[in-house]
């Protein structure tokens, strides 16, 4: 059972950068593919971005692509999540998630509770 925390949510302004950590207890971080998704009200989780176990392979949504960086750092079990350029429209519950298969679905075993970001002026 692998247990996952979210952090770094908050109120920033657009154009403004934000940097997500997800830390993660319990089991192996190091043999699973992790990811980001958010959920924006009255729509659907959707995917952001996936890492490999070894953060050898990354995908990134078009939506956020230039502007958000997934990357994870093995030996203190964390993943990260680097925003940038901000838009109003990437206002949404962030996710963390790991499993066994790097996929880009909704597809995992594991979640966290969620970090709020909100953009706005």
């Known amino acids: 059972q692998v247990h996952l925390v979210e952090s770094g949510g908050g109120l920033v302004q657009p154009g403004g950068s934000l940097r997500l950590s997800c830390v993660a207890s319990g089991g192996i971080f190091g043999n699973y593919a992790t990811g980001w998704f958010r959920q924006a009200p009255g729509k659907g989780r959707e995917f952001v971005a996936v890492i490999a176990w070894n953060g050898g392979t990354t995908y990134h949504a078009d939506s956020v692509k230039g502007r958000f960086t997934i990357s994870r750092d093995n030996d203190k079990n964390t993943l990260y999540l680097q925003m940038n350029n901000l838009k109003p429209e990437d206002t949404a519950v962030y996710y963390c998630?790991?499993?066994?298969?790097?996929?880009?679905?909704?597809?995992?075993?594991?979640w966290g509770q969620g970090t709020q970001v909100t953009v706005s002026s």
């Open positions: 998630a790991a499993g066994l298969r790097l996929v880009t679905t909704l597809a995992y075993d594991y």
